[in-house]
């Protein structure tokens, strides 16, 4: 069965300061991953995919994969108040369907 | 807008009746997915379609649900007979079609059965 492990938080961060976000998941044969950011009653919104070993920057993102390890983890940097929402990690073995993490709550403390 | 559309956003029903909800893909995307979100849960997929073509389904669609893409656009969902248990979110994405591909999800329909 395929499954992904997020700590659901919520997680507090101070802003400015560095966020980090792990999921862990199940299935060997993932090769997608992704994390998406759902603000309460929205829709979730991609903020960034993965499919390499090693670091992925985007602005003030960097997502992290370790396949050996299952490992996965989104790093904000600079938090910024609009950035408290739960964050959705998921994975896939291509096109096939997203299995998604329960998510982690982020709040940002100004 | 060109991104994912769906409709309605928001539906209430009395338990027993039947309910569709439509999804408008990007238009040049031909995977259209359909998921279930409930309250402080990550979505579950449902069913995927590559054009026409309904490719897989999970075993939380049950025979009260159905999921079409007649003409490879537009896809819709229906719920037969509902449940109080069917109240979620309907997520519906899509994405290009590549081998390694990324989903981009629409709004939403929020479904409510009293």
């Known amino acids: 069965q395929k499954e992904v492990e997020q700590n659901s938080g919520p997680l507090s961060v101070p802003e400015g300061a560095i966020a980090s976000l792990n999921c862990t998941y199940s299935d060997r044969v993932s090769q997608s991953f992704f994390w998406y950011r759902q603000y309460s009653g929205k829709s979730p919104e991609l903020i960034m995919s993965i499919y390499s070993n090693g670091d992925k920057e985007d602005g003030r993102f960097t997502a992290q994969l370790n396949k050996a390890s299952q490992y996965v983890s989104l790093l904000i940097r600079d938090s910024q108040p609009s950035d408290s929402a739960t964050y959705l990690c998921a994975v896939n073995r291509g096109a096939d369907g997203l299995t998604f993490g329960k998510g982690t709550h982020l709040i940002i403390q100004p | 807008d060109t991104g994912v559309s769906q409709d309605p956003r928001h539906k209430i029903t009395k338990r027993g009746q039947n309910v569709t909800f439509r999804c408008d893909p990007i238009?040049?995307?031909?995977?259209l997915y359909w998921y279930r979100q409930t309250l402080g849960q990550g979505p579950e997929f449902l069913t995927y379609f590559q054009n026409e073509a309904q490719l897989e389904k999970s075993r939380l669609l049950s025979d009260r649900f159905s999921a079409e893409r007649p003409k490879g656009s537009f896809s819709t969902l229906e719920i037969q007979r509902t449940e109080q248990g069917d109240s979620a979110m309907y997520l519906c994405a899509s994405s290009l079609g590549l081998a390694v591909d990324t989903q981009y999800f629409g709004p939403g329909t929020r479904l409510t059965v009293l």
């Open positions: 238009s040049e995307h031909n995977r």
